[in-house]
DNA sequence: TAGGATCCAGCTTTGGATCCTT
DNA sequence: AAGGATCCAAAGCTGGATCCTA
């Protein structure tokens, strides 16, 4: 990452940036352009946290998410994608210490709009926090979803395990594998994951910050 | 309608033989056999309601329904009718008075399981009123569409309206006309309708009777 | 027509698979 | 591999249209 921007100061200057942004046209997506909307906007608001790091704005703790959302209506077209998992710690794996909660303690959401003719532009950007409702939901899914891996039931998660958050494939390749305990204590070979926010959740938060789904 | 049976004397004696109808195979569904299998059941069961009355067994003020579901899960595949609907007299009605209110007071459920190959059996029955709750949310959603009926705004009422009650059309085609009053008092011709229960309801109150979804 | 319902095309959602860049 | 996400076939749901019998 070589930002041709500085790092933002503090929340106003990058919810500045993020406003200024507004209306940009993005390249369309496509197969090959995964992920790329992504970058560009990181890049335009001085995001520096790179792959090491828990969030984009490491100075801010503010976590940089876009969304593909359908421009008339506001609704998401697509699952958010928040953080692979090690499915191997998941035994151990406590939601207050958690990865996924650092990223979603608080997040600058930037809608990217995508109209009839498949073009996209960047939409209004919004900071949000989880209420406590909210972040009692998320710690729920959480605990579901890690509870079964723990217990070595890992083939019985499946993305419908959760309410708002679930757990997902999350490699380049379907060939990828990782490994993790069993019942029993096996050996059990199986892809990568990662948590997703269903759309509907992400939804409700852009129309309303406090939503209770 | 000409019973083979004897209305039942007694809830008791409903439910018995409901139950003893268990497992029994009925006809295939098909086009040409749209609500044959109610009226087999009704005829089992001794119901003598026929089209004047409120309630298939007006002695026990209590409404047979149908309901098809998916032997393996025992979700419904279709809404259930309830009965239809005075447009005309929207303005006028209210819950507390309503037939469909009437109707669901108490209903003797008797799902129709269906598998794989299509073959359709008796499931087991249950007999259910409203909870508290649940009758709010019906009363609720009856407002809601009567209301807006009542104001003239009847091309408004889709079917997306309603929690768990919504209205749809009823007729045997689609040319069949009633009249109703617009916003204006004009007359507009419109397709007869009905409620329905959405088969989320029926499906939730099937796993439990008081649920509130 | 009233009462018993189901049909089924089209839209939406789901959720496993996949793609790019560093 | 980690971080940024989107693809898209298939399953599920919606809701207007339709079917049978008396």
């Known amino acids: 990452m070589s930002p041709v921007v500085l790092p933002p100061r503090h929340e106003g200057e990058l919810l500045e940036r993020a406003r200024a942004l507004r ?10 352009t995964k992920g790329k909307v992504g970058e560009l906007v990181e890049r335009a608001l001085g995001a520096t946290g790179g792959s090491a ?17 359908d421009a008339r209506s506001g609704a998401p077209r697509e699952s958010t994608f928040v953080c692979a998992v090690s499915l191997a710690d998941a035994d151990r794996a406590e939601w207050a210490t958690s990865w996924v909660r650092a990223k979603l303690s608080r997040v600058l959401w930037v809608p990217i709009e995508i109209d009839e003719v498949r073009r996209r532009a960047v939409g209004e950007a919004r900071l949000w ?21 723990g217990m070595g039931d890992v083939e019985g998660v499946t993305a419908r395990l959760g309410r708002w958050m679930q757990l997902r494939p999350k490699a380049a390749h379907g060939r990828v594998r990782t490994v993790v305990r069993g019942a029993e204590g096996e050996r059990v070979e199986t892809v990568p994951r990662g948590f997703y926010l269903r759309a509907s959740f992400t939804g409700a938060i852009l129309r309303d910050p406090a939503a209770v789904p």
């Open 23 to 32: 209306g940009t046209e993005v390249p369309a997506a496509g197969l090959h």
């Open 53 to 69: 790091a828990v969030w984009d704005f490491p100075e801010l703790q503010i976590e940089l998410k876009t969304v593909p959302v």
């Open 129 to 149: 926090s989880p209420t406590r409702e909210q972040e009692a939901v998320l710690a729920g899914d959480f605990e579901e979803i890690l509870g079964r891996v």
